[in-house]
T-cell receptor
Framework: QKEVEQNSGPLSVPEGAIASLNCTYS??????FFWYRQYSGKSPELIMF????GDKEDGRFTAQLNKASQYVSLLIRDSQPSDSATYLC????????????FGTGTRLQVTL | NAGVTQTPKFQVLKTGQSMTLQCAQD?????MYWYRQDPGMGLRLIYY???????DKGEVPNGYNVSRLNKREFSLRLESAAPSQTSVYFC????????????FGDGTRLSIL
């Protein structure tokens, strides 16, 4: 079992719809959870992070965390063609080490 | 504000050649990381440095060495390049604290023939 799992996609949503991206993780001691966006040929850029159960909103983006189910998701409201990218879920495990484990990413396509 | 700067951006090597990838950050971050990214494999950690003076192996360290030259700089060396090391290499840095995100450089696209 992979430590951080994401559906590779592509996830196709029409412009203006809500895109829902999901991520599961195996380490119950995981502390912090990050969502990165990566455009083709570019480097990952941070969108949001969350470390408490529940929802965290930032503009059109909402991160949701359920530690009991070991599940984290990213919702993108009013999806735009510029949101088309690969979204990487990253998890910081328990302990003092600062390293992250990344999922393989979900490719999102927002269609006109 | 430059953030994380990687050099070179592109490089082509022949099998057996050596080279060093350079990374520098200007955010006064304690921790620095080297990843490789291959199609379908996601980002895989090669080595990291939690603080100046320390380095540790990540998921895929074989064939690589690193040097944390000072707080700003963290280099990755390929002693004898192999075609399997053809990849995109990213350097990242993060500040102190468990909730600090990692910030990435623009990457180095390395091809080994």
């Amino acid at each position: 079992q992979k430590e951080v799992e994401q559906n590779s996609g592509p996830l196709s949503v029409p412009e203006g719809a809500i895109a829902s991206l999901n991520c599961t993780y195996s380490d119950r001691g995981s502390q912090s959870f990050f969502w990165y966006r990566q455009y083709s040929g570019k480097s990952p850029e941070l969108i949001m992070f969350i470390y408490s159960n529940g929802d965290k909103e930032d503009g059109r983006f909402t991160a949701q965390l359920n530690k009991a189910s070991q599940y984290v998701s990213l919702l993108i409201r009013d999806s735009q063609p510029s949101d088309s990218a690969t979204y990487l879920c990253a998890v910081k495990g328990g302990g003092t080490a600062s390293k992250l484990t990344f999922g393989t990413g979900t490719r999102l396509q927002v269609t006109l | 504000n430059a953030g994380v700067t990687q050099t070179p951006k592109f490089q082509v090597l022949k099998t057996g050649q050596s080279m060093t990838l350079q990374c520098a950050q200007d955010m006064n971050h304690n921790s620095m990381y080297w990843y490789r990214q291959d199609p379908g494999m996601g980002l895989r950690l090669i080595y990291y440095s939690a603080s100046e003076g320390t380095t540790d192996k990540g998921e895929v360290p074989n064939g690589y060495n690193v040097s944390r030259l000072n707080k700003r700089e963290f280099s990755l060396r390929l002693e004898s390049a192999a075609p399997s090391q053809t990849s995109v290499y990213f350097c990242a840095s993060s500040g102190r604290g468990s909730n600090q995100p990692q910030h990435f450089g623009d990457g180095t696209r390395l091809s080994i023939l």
